[in-house]
């Protein structure tokens, strides 16, 4: 969901959505009416809700066909994650190559440096992202 947001707003954000969304459902049949009524109910979630409530749905599509509906399939094995992000709507290489990043400051527990990626990342929000990321794969 980062288009311009910062960590901790994207964090509030997801836990918003999911909650409008009823999560505990089965997300593979989640329709897009369903997900942009959530994007776009007041307060909107994202700055560009209609384009993101598409990406959100063909990411949902492409999980299940792809995925075996299984997010955790994309991160499988280390090399393929970048190819696997790009299979996405709105996830370009660059988009792609952060989100390696932060899957390596995961496994490593550890904020490695980031000066290859040619962005600024600040190493608090970092730390914010992994706190979630780990403790999504706990409750998983």
């Known amino acids: 969901m980062n288009q311009s947001q910062n960590s901790k707003a994207i964090i509030a954000n997801i836990s918003i959505l999911f909650e409008r969304l009823s999560v505990d459902k089965d997300i593979a049949n989640i ?3 369903e997900i942009y009524h959530a994007m776009t109910m007041p ?17 949902l599509v492409t999980i299940y066909e792809k995925f075996e509906n299984q997010p955790s399939n994309i991160f499988k094995t280390r090399d393929c994650v ?22 390596d400051c995961l496994i490593s527990s550890k904020i490695l440096p980031s ?4 962005c600024n990342i600040n190493p608090e929000d970092i730390s914010v992202e992994l ?3 780990q403790s999504l794969g706990e409750a998983g």
Do not use: C, Q, W
């Not at 307060?43 to 990411?59: A, G």
């Open 115 to 118: 000066d290859k990626l040619h």
């Open 131 to 133: 706190v979630y990321l």
């Open 43 to 59: 307060t909107k979630l994202h700055r560009f809700p209609k384009k993101m409530s598409e990406y959100l749905y063909k990411s």
């Open 31 to 33: 329709p897009y009416e």
């Open 82 to 103: 970048t190819d696997n992000l790009l299979l996405f709507s709105g996830i370009g290489m660059h988009k792609a190559l952060i989100a390696l990043y932060k899957y």
